[in-house]
């Protein structure tokens, strides 16, 4: 599955930022079109002269009259010393790097204070089922694999939820074949999964139900028939679909909105957006009331 990301004819001058140079680099900046521009950070020169040894090729592929892309050497963890502005990129898109990244806090947090409001940091990464003893992420081999470095999804979701409502696009389970990393890794499960993370402020920490619905206009060229925004959002176009408070806003306060009609507002709350992964924790069933029985 993969969701519908294209920033084209909806931002003025869709401005984007690739971790790692290729081969991410030249997809963002062909949906970004002639007039966007794409900055690819990498902090390995090898990487970025092979991806500027074939700059000149996509964009005769793509028709651009010039590249719109600029590669830079750089570490993502340490954004503050190259020379971004704060809240000027529209899309920000990371394809396995945060895994070989020590600080994953410090990625999340320069992503965030780079991204416009309403912008979107779109990642894949490796995840594992439990936290990876030390032993294994000091591993050169495991490092190489890209699994030694891999987030425990517990702990990664308290740092996106710092950032806001990570929703997960796609994700599958990674089978290990190779005998001996399989006995290195031992019973620690390992995962590929895509999150997309919205810059919004104030959002909710659960999914809440104010009656809110979209309908999905049709218009984004490559989903004219369905709109996938994450793996719990397939919205068929054309069909009014009931959101919860967070959806709302991030199809409404970003390059999205243009692609949707949005009806009801936040004036009477229902409770918790049902299916949404939380409910009610308290049973539904009435008890009779004891007579003498404490308040609480
Ligand atoms: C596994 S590759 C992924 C490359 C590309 N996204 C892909 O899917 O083919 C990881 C890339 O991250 C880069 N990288 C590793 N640590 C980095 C850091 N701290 N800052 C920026 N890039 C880094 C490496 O040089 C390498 O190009």
Not at 198 to 213: H, I, N, P, R, V
Not at 232 to 259: K, W
Request: glycine letters at 8%; one cysteine or more.
């Amino acid at each position: 599955m993969a969701a519908a990301i294209e920033p084209r004819r909806v931002c003025r001058r869709p401005f984007g930022l690739s971790y790692a140079a290729m081969p991410d680099c030249s997809s963002m900046a062909q949906l970004a079109g002639p007039q966007g521009h794409v900055v690819g950070i990498d902090a390995t020169p090898e990487q970025l002269a092979i991806a500027r040894a074939h700059e000149n090729w996509h964009r005769d592929r793509f028709g651009y009259p010039k590249s719109t892309v600029t590669f830079v050497e750089g570490d993502v963890s340490r954004l503050d010393e190259l020379s971004f502005d704060n809240d000027s990129f529209d899309l920000i898109v990371s394809n396995c790097v945060i895994n070989l990244i020590p600080d994953k806090a410090a990625v999340f947090a320069a992503a965030y204070r780079l991204l416009k409001k309403g912008g979107e940091l779109y990642f894949s990464d490796i995840y594992s089922d439990r936290r990876v003893p030390a032993v294994l992420r000091a591993n050169p081999i495991l490092h190489g694999e890209c699994l030694a470095g891999a987030l425990y999804w517990g702990d990664f979701l308290n740092l996106a939820k710092s950032a806001g409502d990570p929703r997960l696009v796609s994700d599958r389970s990674l089978g290990i074949n190779d005998l001996e990393i399989a006995e290195l890794v031992g019973p620690v499960e390992f995962y590929s999964a895509t999150y997309r993370l919205f810059k919004l402020d104030g959002l909710e920490s659960a999914c809440e139900d104010y009656g809110q619905a979209v309908r999905y206009r049709g218009t984004v060229p490559e989903a004219v028939h369905n709109f996938v925004l994450d793996k719990h959002h397939d919205i068929d176009a054309g069909r009014l679909f009931p959101v919860c408070g967070n959806t709302y806003r991030m199809l409404q306060e970003s390059r999205l909105a243009p692609h949707f009609e949005f009806f009801g507002d936040t004036n009477r709350h229902y409770g918790i957006f049902k299916g949404c992964g939380t409910d009610l924790p308290f049973s539904r069933e009435a008890q009779r009331a004891v007579a003498g029985g404490s308040c609480c």
